[in-house]
């Protein structure tokens, strides 16, 4: 059974930085798509960054050149780095991983909350 954890959400002022983390189980990560994905209160969960298999990452533009999403395959886990956080940024973030062989079959994490505001 596939386990996603996620941490490192917390409440940070506009500017500020923050890394979240998240380690999976139960799955072989190295042959694992891994991405953050968030959701703002009212408003649907939407790609913030991923990271495939073989490294490539791709970002949404709104957090191009302040985010950087990275993995530790040894550790099992994904981070994400994010600066000069905006109020815009506060949202549940959620970690998701996808197989090589599937489209079909997601797993999700259950989220960690990053609220930014002064």
Same mark, same amino acid.
């Given at each position: 059974?596939?386990?996603?954890?996620?941490?490192?959400?917390?409440?940070?002022?506009?500017?500020?930085?923050?890394?979240?983390?998240?380690?999976?189980?139960?799955?072989?990560?190295?042959?694992?798509?891994?991405?953050?994905?968030?959701?703002?209160?009212?408003?649907?969960?939407?790609?913030?960054?991923?990271?495939?298999?073989?490294?490539?990452?791709?970002?949404?533009?709104?957090?191009?050149?302040?985010?950087?999403?990275?993995?530790?395959?040894?550790?099992?886990?994904?981070?994400?780095?994010?600066?000069?956080?905006? /109020?815009?940024?506060?949202?549940?973030?959620?970690?998701?991983?996808? /197989?090589?062989?599937?489209? +079909?079959? +997601?797993?999700?994490?259950?989220?960690?909350?990053?609220?930014?505001?002064?």
């Amino acid at each position: 059974q596939v386990q996603l954890v996620e941490s490192g959400g917390n409440l940070v002022q506009p500017g500020g930085s923050l890394t979240l983390s998240c380690h999976a189980s139960g799955l072989v990560f190295s042959l694992h798509h891994m991405g953050w994905y968030r959701q703002a209160q009212g408003k649907q969960r939407e790609l913030v960054a991923r990271i495939a298999a073989m490294g490539s990452t791709n970002y949404a533009e709104s957090v191009k050149g302040r985010f950087t999403i990275s993995r530790d395959n040894a550790e099992n886990t994904v981070y994400l780095r994010m600066n000069s956080l905006k /109020p815009e940024d506060t949202a549940v973030y959620y970690c998701n991983a996808r /197989p090589l062989w599937s489209d +079909d079959d +997601d797993s999700w994490g259950q989220g960690t909350q990053v609220t930014v505001s002064s």
